[in-house]
């Protein structure tokens, strides 16, 4: 499903190839996003679960505590 969910993006921007777009370049960046979708939500939950076990309890406290519990996730997840 994820070759074709990219070929269909090709084909609708293809208009804007012709102005110099970078269309094949966006069809493969979703590709690949799209595919990387289930490693990166089981590597969140992986480094959720340590935090979890380290004492993080992510729905408690103010908004920017939990925002501040969250960026411990997701720093560690984005290289």
Known sequence: AVPELSDA??????PLARLGAPVGVLGA????ALTSIPAVSEEFRRIAD???VRGARF?????????G???AILIPLVP
């Open 9 to 14: 993006l090709v084909r609708l921007l293809s």
């Open 29 to 32: 960046a979703l590709s690949i």
């Open 50 to 52: 340590a935090q979890r």
């Open 59 to 67: 729905d408690d406290g103010s908004l920017t505590e939990r925002i």
């Open 69 to 71: 519990l969250h960026a």
